[in-house]
């Protein structure tokens, strides 16, 4: 069975940094674009950065230059690397990709930030 497992989450202090990881495992043939989505309290599950195949990234507005999404393909393994951590960047993290064709997602981590 195909399963994406999330690491790296927990308390924060504003302006501290975390790194999400995200490893693919089981029997994979092919790993497509991945990504991050977060879901805080009482809100919508949105989009926070996203990566290609080729390296090609993108980010929501509220993270642009403070969060970095890379993968290891090696490894079926994408990260988030988030600096300068803000009370508002608090939620559930959840990282998604398509895997042998089929979209998966992760159980999801907690990022809590706060003084």
């Known amino acids: 069975q195909v399963q994406l497992v999330e690491s790296g989450g927990g308390l924060v202090q504003p302006g501290g940094s975390l790194r999400l990881s995200c490893a693919a495992s089981?029997?994979?043939?092919?790993?497509?674009?991945m990504a991050w989505y977060r879901q805080a309290p009482g809100k919508q599950r949105e989009l926070v950065a996203l990566?290609?195949?080729?390296?090609?990234?993108s980010f929501t507005e509220s993270v642009k230059d403070r969060f970095t999404i890379s993968r290891d393909n090696a490894k079926n393994t994408v990260y988030l690397q988030m600096n300068n951590l803000k009370p508002e960047d608090t939620a559930v993290y959840y990282c998604?990709?398509?895997?042998?064709?089929?979209?998966?997602w992760g159980q999801g981590t907690q990022v809590t930030v706060s003084s």
């Open positions: 990566i290609t195949t080729t390296g090609r990234t």
């Open positions: 998604n990709a398509k895997i042998n064709s089929l979209l998966k």
């Open positions: 089981g029997i994979i043939f092919s790993i497509g674009d």
